[in-house]
C-alpha cells in the first residue's frame, strides 16, 4: 500500500517537471522523493505524515517558486539592448562665409560680457547627479558631453527655477536643465555641465543611450548637455505652436553654445531636440523653433565652419 501512494507521487512528479522542464528542479525532487520514501516506510504503520508538516509536492513546488524567482531576477536586471537608432539630418549647415556683420558685432560684443552675464542658482542635489562611468553591469560608458538636447520651460523661467530649487525624493519627480534662457536673453546656469542634469527621460539619440539604473530606462542624460528656452505666454498651453521666441533668446542661445562647442569638442550637428531624443512619443519642444535664426547667429561666431 506504501509502495503504491510513492509511485503514485513520484508519476505526479514526473508530469510536474516534465512540464516545468526544469532540471535542477529534478534533481531536488529524486532527492527528496528518497528521503520521503524512507521516512514513510520507517513510520508506524499509520501511513500518514503528521498533519503540521508539508507535503512532498509542497516542498517541491516551493523549490520550483524559488527557480521561477531567481529565473524572473535575472531578466529584470539583464543589460537592456540599445533602441533602433533614428536618423538625425541637422538643419543647421556649414557655413564659413556670407555672414551678417551687424550680427557679428552684436555677438562679439555680447561675449566679451558673458560670464559677468550668466547667473547661476543652485539646483537642489536630488534633481542632479554625477555623470556616470559604468553602468550597472561593468560596462565602460563615457559621460563626455557630445550632444545638446533643446527643450522649452511651457511656463515662465521663474516657474522652471523653482521647480528645480524643490527637493524631488521621487525619481519620477526629478528634473533639470543645465542652462535655462529668458525671453529677454537673461542666462542662468542651474547644473555645471560636468554634472548630469535629467532634461530627458526615456530617451536616446542615433541609437545611443545610456542606463545608470537597472530600474529605469536608458536615456542620454549621461552624455547630453539640455538647454531650455523660457516659453512666450502665448505657448502656456498643450498647443503645437506658439508665437516663438526673442531675438534676445537666440543672440543667448548661440553665446551659449558656441561656448560649450569650444569646451566640449562636438560639432552642431549634435545639437537636437527634445522632441528628436524623446522615445516615448511624449514630447513636441521647443516648439515653433527658428533653426535659421541660429544659424544666422552661430555662423557669426564662426561656429559652423570646421
Not at 500518514?48 to 520550483?64: F, I, Q, R, T, Y
Not at 537608432?85 to 550680427?103: H, T
Not at 548630469?196 to 539619440?205: L, P, T
Amino acid at each position: 500500500m506504501v509502495f503504491n501512494r510513492v509511485t503514485g507521487i513520484w508519476k505526479r512528479l514526473q508530469s510536474h517537471l516534465q512540464h516545468r522542464g526544469a532540471t535542477l528542479i529534478l534533481c531536488s525532487g529524486t532527492l527528496v522523493l528518497g528521503m520521503g520514501a524512507l521516512a514513510w516506510l520507517s513510520n508506524d504503520q499509520s501511513g500518514a505524515l503528521k498533519a503540521s508538516s508539508p507535503s512532498l509536492l509542497d516542498l517541491l513546488d516551493e523549490v520550483g517558486s524559488e527557480a521561477k524567482r531567481e529565473r524572473t531576477k535575472s531578466e529584470q536586471t539583464r543589460q537592456p539592448q540599445p533602441p533602433r537608432a533614428i536618423s538625425w539630418s541637422s538643419p543647421l549647415a556649414k557655413q564659413c562665409s556670407g555672414f551678417d556683420s551687424k550680427v557679428t558685432n552684436r555677438l562679439q560684443a555680447q561675449q566679451h560680457t558673458l560670464k559677468q552675464r550668466r547667473v547661476s542658482v543652485a539646483t537642489d542635489p536630488t534633481n542632479f547627479g554625477e555623470r556616470f562611468r559604468v553602468n550597472p553591469w561593468g560596462v565602460a560608458l563615457n559621460p563626455d558631453p557630445r550632444v545638446v538636447v533643446l527643450h522649452e520651460t511651457v511656463y515662465s523661467l521663474q516657474s522652471a527655477v523653482n521647480t528645480f530649487m524643490t527637493p524631488h525624493p521621487r525619481d519620477a519627480d526629478q528634473v533639470s536643465y543645465h542652462t535655462v534662457i529668458g525671453l529677454d536673453g537673461k542666462i542662468v546656469d542651474l547644473v555645471d555641465p560636468l554634472k548630469r542634469a535629467y532634461g530627458a527621460g526615456y530617451s536616446a539619440f542615433l541609437g545611443e543611450w545610456a542606463v545608470t539604473n537597472a530600474k529605469i530606462r536608458g536615456s542620454v542624460n549621461n552624455f547630453a548637455l539640455h538647454l531650455s528656452l523660457e516659453t512666450p505666454q502665448d505657448g502656456r498651453n498643450s498647443r503645437s505652436s506658439h508665437s516663438g521666441y526673442s531675438s534676445a533668446q537666440y543672440d543667448s542661445l548661440a553665446l551659449v553654445l558656441k561656448d560649450w562647442i569650444d569646451r566640449f569638442g562636438f560639432t552642431p550637428a549634435a545639437i537636437t531636440t527634445h522632441r528628436h531624443v524623446d522615445l516615448g512619443g511624449e514630447r513636441g519642444d521647443p516648439r515653433s523653433f527658428d533653426w535659421q535664426e541660429l544659424q544666422t547667429r552661430l555662423a557669426a561666431l564662426k561656429a559652423l565652419c570646421p
